[in-house]
């Protein structure tokens, strides 16, 4: 699965809360591939990357979970992933069928 969404950082590894300065809302175009979400500025970024970048931008999605961030309610349409190591990230997407698609492509991929 991919296509554009909006992601914001709230907690890394360890559960530690992101930043201040590093938990805004960015845009990416975002491949899911062999238990990877890979962010990128947009298809080509992804085709083009270096197996190097890809690391630099790429959530390990094994043993995460997706949910709908329903306590979220600044924008719609978004959903919570927790990944194995405690990092946290929301993401926003476009309408009610894609977030669907998404929780349910992470948790069940
Ligand atoms: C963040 C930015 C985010 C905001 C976040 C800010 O500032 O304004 O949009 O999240 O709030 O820290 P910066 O651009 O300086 O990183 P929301 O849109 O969810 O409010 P937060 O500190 O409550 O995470």
């Known amino acids: 699965k991919k296509g554009y969404v909006?992601?914001?950082?709230?907690m890394e590894a360890n559960g530690k809360k992101t930043?201040?300065?590093k938990r805004s809302w960015k845009m990416y175009f975002c491949t899911l591939r062999d238990l990877i979400l890979y962010?990128?500025?947009?298809?080509?970024?992804?085709?083009?990357?270096q197996i190097s970048d890809?690391?630099?931008?790429?959530?390990?999605?094994?043993h995460g979970l997706a949910t709908k961030a329903t306590d979220y309610t600044k924008k719609q349409h978004v959903f919570r992933l927790?990944?194995?190591?405690?990092?946290?990230?929301?993401?926003?997407?476009?309408d009610p069928k894609e977030l669907d698609s998404w929780i349910n492509t992470i948790n069940f991929v």
Do not use: P
């Open 6 to 10: 909006m992601r914001k950082c709230c």
């Open 39 to 49: 962010l990128h500025k947009d298809d080509s970024g992804f085709r083009k990357s």
């Open 19 to 21: 930043a201040r300065g």
């Open 82 to 94: 927790v990944t194995a190591d405690q990092a946290e990230y929301l993401f926003q997407t476009s």
């Open 54 to 62: 890809n690391i630099h931008n790429a959530i390990h999605i094994h």
